[in-house]
T-cell receptor, first 114, second 117 residues
Framework: EAGVTQSPTHLIKTRGQQATLRCSPI?????VYWYQQALGLGLQFLLW???????NRGNFPPRFSGRQFPNYSSELNVNALELEDSALYLC?????????????FGPGTRLTVL | AQKITQTQPGMFVQEKEAVTLDCTYD???????LFWYKQPSSGEMIFLIY????DEQNATEGRYSLNFQKARKSANLVISASQLGDSAMYFC????WGTGNTGKLIFGQGTTLQVKP
């Protein structure tokens, strides 16, 4: 069974640009989560999607947004990039909204903002 | 407020010995789950073990066991017979279930474990 996949592996952008990160969950999983792991700040929850709807978002500005497609894959968009957006962005999936399951993580996208 | 505390920034252990990584949590919710993840230098988060708040027995998964002390709000990870491949960052995390389910895992700051040959 294929795990969670993310693309690209690395992304280099300059301040003010937009970044798009992609995630494909494990087959059969409907919930997708996004986390930011910035140096010195630990893992911070960004967004939760399930069945195409945004279920919850963390304490991030509106320039962080995303969506979930009918095939349950997801996209994270970061607009007007700032230097402090440089981080590892991790996507995770779990079977469904109310499942008492662990979240399975992908390998991450490392975003560098210059 | 919901919080996870890992007080050991770094730990060393000799190969083949056991090691305990500490984790304490804070929540007033009755329904929650506690997780341990391993993050090697490659960055991917690998799930290790899970303990539900209503589980009476401590969880075990191979060489990993979770020492769950609910009254003390602690969920320590015990790794037996350490291997060189266990060298990594370890994160304790919590998720609320039921009406408090926001979907998010609340992570501690992590403990870096180095296994010495």
């Amino acid at each position: 069974e294929a795990g969670v996949t993310q693309s690209p592996t690395h992304l280099i952008k300059t301040r003010g640009q937009q970044a798009t990160l992609r995630c494909s969950p494990i087959s059969g999983h409907t919930s997708v989560y996004w986390y930011q792991q910035a140096l010195g700040l630990g893992l911070q929850f960004l967004l939760w999607y399930d069945e195409g709807e945004e279920r919850n978002r963390g304490n991030f500005p509106p320039r962080f947004s995303g969506r979930q497609f009918p095939n349950y894959s997801s996209e994270l968009n970061v607009n007007a990039l700032e230097l402090e957006d440089s981080a590892l962005y991790l996507c995770a999936s779990s079977p469904r909204l109310d499942s008492y399951n662990e979240q399975f993580f992908g390998p991450g996208t490392r975003l560098t903002v210059l | 407020a919901q919080k996870i505390t890992q007080t050991q920034p770094g730990m060393f252990v000799q190969e083949k010995e056991a090691v305990t990584l500490d984790c304490t949590y804070d929540t007033s919710d009755q329904s929650y789950g506690l997780f341990w993840y391993k993050q090697p230098s490659s960055g991917e988060m690998i799930f290790l073990i899970y303990q539900g708040s209503y589980d009476e027995q401590n969880a075990t998964e191979g060489r990993y066991s979770l020492n769950f002390q609910k009254a003390r709000k602690s969920a320590n990870l015990v790794i037996s017979a350490s291997q060189l491949g266990d060298s990594a960052m370890y994160f304790c995390a919590m998720r609320l279930w039921g009406t408090g389910n926001t979907g998010k895992l609340i992570f501690g700051q992590g403990t870096t474990l180095q296994v010495k040959p």
